[in-house]
């Protein structure tokens, strides 16, 4: 339904500009009238006003571009982006929906730093806080942000012999790049036990309008929890780095890695 006070003009530019920004180059008044249902008159007002205001530039054979104005307000949007505050917004939404521990960090090297956490209901107390380190081997939240490199560039991080923190913690380059490369596929990574005894975690990427992978976010939680949510946690901490994702200006498909 449609909201009270809604504005169906917007509502056509805000389409033209989506359909423009998809195809650059591509389409013509034409092609955007019948992709978009609007009729010719009304779509001709409409793109000279955009061009106009230079939120649209018309090129040779009457194609358009996205124009120079939309990206000065783009600019302005990542000036303004605050990661975090996204984050404990957003996370928010998704304890309440799981209930058990979230966190946000980022690469450095071949740890990750904690930046975030909302916390569920469990009385359990995480390993990590904001502001600590970690080795990116032994965390899901590390291991999602390696999936951008490959082979050599993780034997070019770390040492020859991974730090482990429990029997469980992966500790060669070999056995991290096919973890690495399975959670590249997946569009998650799972930690069982690798970073502490009874703990278990699923994490997904944060990306950026440049398509790289800025943070990582996870769901952290015991082993009876585990059993019981492990599914709806891994669909839940998917949607909310897409979310993230979104507000940090990713456009592409979300279901990757």
Known sequence: MKEKYWVPALEKADNILREIGEYPNQMRLIDLSKKLGINKSSLYSLLNTMEILKWIVKEDGDTYTLGPALGAVSAAYFRQFNILQSFYKEASLSVSVINEHIQLGILEEGNVVYLGKVEGASRVRLITDPGMRFPANASAIGKIQL???DKEELKGIFPKELEKKTPYTISTIE??????RIAKENGYAIENEEASLGFHCVAAPVYNYENKIIA?????????????KQDLAREEIISLANRLSQFAGHTSSLNRA
């Open 216 to 228: 990582g976010v996870s769901f952290t939680m015991m082993t009876n929890s585990w059993d019981a």
């Open 175 to 180: 056995e991290l790049y096919e973890n690495v």
């Open 147 to 149: 999936t951008q490199y």
